[in-house]
């Protein structure tokens, strides 16, 4: 892990820690809006993508941009925050099994990943 303060980040965003979503300017802190105060992501995935985007707009979110831009943040522990935010709808599980591919494949967590 070469980015301590990603880390950080990336650790908060897929525990779905408030706090980290508000810091990171993810989340609606109007008042008046209907998702005041609401993490605005149903998993990982898409967790991702929206934190991707806001530090770099242009990115095209594939999953291999993706894990790009995050690889400086990553250590052990992603891989468990990863695989333990999965879409319930199962819409973007195949975009998590693809960042995890890229990401940490040979964890011993991981043998019979979904």
């Not at 894990?67 to 819409?91: A, Q, Y």
Request: with cysteine; aromatic share 8%; charged share 30%.
């Amino acid at each position: 892990m070469k980015n301590k303060k990603m880390n950080l980040e990336l650790s908060g965003l897929l525990k779905q820690d408030l706090d980290v979503w508000k810091s990171l300017n993810l989340i609606e802190t109007d008042e008046d809006m209907y998702d005041f105060n609401e993490i605005p992501s149903c998993c990982a995935s898409h967790a991702l993508e929206l934190y991707v985007l806001e530090k770099d707009p242009s990115n095209d979110c594939s999953s291999k941009s993706i894990v790009e831009l995050i690889r400086p943040g990553l250590d052990d522990n992603f891989s468990k925050d990863l695989n333990n935010w999965k879409c319930d709808d199962g819409e973007h599980n195949d975009d998590i099994r693809a960042i995890w591919n890229l990401t940490c494949p040979t964890h011993p967590m991981f043998v019979g990943f979904m």
